[in-house]
């Protein structure tokens, strides 16, 4: 069971990202798939996740509007575009699949996490 987290850097105020990431060993049918980050010296928090069955998605306050997800089921790939990037988005991307609502701390707990990639945004 591995999901595969890629696209992370380096990236100015204002610019933009896209994040994907890839599940194998495993079928994710009817599995939520999102992200989370972590900034140095914080908490990980909840990004944004997507459903299986109608691609419902839903975000966190402080990126609705400027992050958007998807997911493309032939590839078993969740993407994560971020535009408008600030500062305070700079953190280590996790992706994560669950039966459930991922922004739901009980979701969390019996979730798959993969690797992280690093989201660094200069000002």
């Known amino acids: 069971v591995q999901l595969q987290a890629s696209g992370g850097g380096l990236v100015q105020y204002g610019g933009s990202l896209r994040l994907s990431c890839t599940a194998s060993g495993r079928t994710y049918s009817g599995y939520d798939m999102g992200w989370f980050r972590q900034a140095p010296g914080k908490e990980r928090e909840f990004v944004s996740g997507i459903t299986f069955y109608t691609r419902s998605t839903y975000y966190a306050d402080s990126v609705k509007g400027r992050f958007t997800i998807s997911r493309e089921y032939a590839k078993n790939t969740v993407y994560l575009q971020m535009n408008s990037l600030k500062p305070e988005d700079t953190a280590r991307y996790y992706c994560?699949?669950?039966?459930?609502?991922?922004?739901?701390?009980?979701?969390?707990?019996?979730?798959?996490w993969g690797q992280g990639t690093l989201v660094t945004v200069s000002s």
């Open positions: 994560a699949a669950a039966r459930g609502n991922l922004a739901l701390t009980t979701v969390q707990e019996n979730a798959y």
